[in-house]
């Protein structure tokens, strides 16, 4: 039997939390930092942006697509899964990321985590799904459906799609994700629903934190840097870069109540990203 390892954990949010500019975070509204423009040449950015994008047309046109039609057939969807995993670690080869993590040794390869990340750029999710751990599912947007082939083989690797805009069935996904973490999965969220603008950490959503309170799973905070800069939002370029995740502590969820304890912990869990992405703006 596997040995545990020790735990690092917050407590809930109270005077200790992380601190950025000076104060604990007390409320769930947007934050900015600092952002240096990339002095490199935004021509060869756009031509490596339009190269990466592709890259990942070839990847999901050539490679999953037949892969998926084939896995299918045989009834073994889930083998599509170390396919997903060298597809996302050979597309930030094609973008120029080198990728840095740091924290492994705050996750138990024997839990199941909801990852509660940072979100400014399509790096992250690659970025997420690679490194964070070996059995990884992530929470999308529901417009990612949409693509075609890629929205399809979405199911494949226990990506599930939520529709904020339609409770019942947005409850309905959590269900979902609840199963896949019954199985010994974690789940990766992008806790701000969207991609923020570079320098930016847009308020949380609170369905990964509905999710960690429904199956007793910690939530692990976890800060992204420099993918702003590599291929921000509304930008059009792409450069190269290493990229930098940071895993922190978890916060334990079990036996907390919902309703009592959701803020203070959705409060923690971004005092702890805050904190670790303004010590990264003031250092560089």
Same mark, same amino acid.
């Given at each position: 039997m596997a040995t545990a390892i020790p735990e690092k954990t917050h407590s809930l949010a109270t005077s200790a939390s992380p601190l950025v500019g000076g104060d604990a975070i007390s409320d769930n509204k947007l934050l900015t930092f600092p952002v240096k423009q990339s002095s490199k040449s935004r021509f060869f950015g756009k031509l490596r942006y339009w190269w990466s994008w592709f890259v990942a047309g070839s990847?999901?046109?050539l490679i999953a697509a037949p892969s998926m039609v084939f896995l299918s057939i045989i009834n073994r969807r889930m083998w599509l899964f170390p396919l997903c995993k060298w597809g996302a670690r050979t597309w930030l080869n094609a973008c120029g990321a080198k990728v840095k993590?740091? *924290? #492994?040794d705050n996750v138990d390869p024997n839990r199941s985590y909801v990852f509660a990340s940072n979100h400014r750029s399509y790096l992250d999710t690659?970025?997420?799904?690679?490194?964070? %751990?070996?059995?990884? %599912?992530?929470?999308?947007?529901? @417009? #990612? #459906?949409?693509?075609?082939i890629f929205g399809p083989g979405m199911s494949f690797v226990n990506i599930i799609a939520i529709d904020r805009s339609n409770p019942e069935r947005a409850i309905e996904s959590m269900r979902k994700a609840k199963q896949v973490m019954d199985d010994g999965y974690s789940f990766g969220v992008f806790v701000e629903g969207t991609r923020a603008m570079? %320098? @930016? #950490?847009?308020?949380?959503?609170? *369905? +990964?934190?509905?999710? +960690?309170?429904?199956? %007793?799973?910690?939530?692990?905070?976890v800060a992204i840097r420099n993918t702003d800069r590599m291929m921000g939002?509304?930008?059009g370029v792409a450069y190269a870069g290493e990229i930098e995740m940071v895993l922190l502590p978890p916060i334990e969820t079990a036996g907390l109540n919902a309703d009592e304890h959701l803020m203070d912990v959705l409060l923690e869990t971004r005092s +702890?990203?805050?904190a670790e992405l303004a010590k990264v703006s003031a250092s560089g």
């Open positions: 990847l999901i046109l993590v740091t *924290g #492994l690659a970025t997420l799904f690679f490194y964070a %751990g070996s059995k990884m %599912g992530l929470v999308a947007k529901k @417009e #990612l #459906l949409k693509v075609p570079p %320098g @930016e #950490l847009l308020p949380f959503k609170k *369905g +990964a934190f509905h999710l +960690a309170f429904q199956t %007793g799973s910690p939530i692990i905070p939002k509304r930008t +702890a990203i805050a």
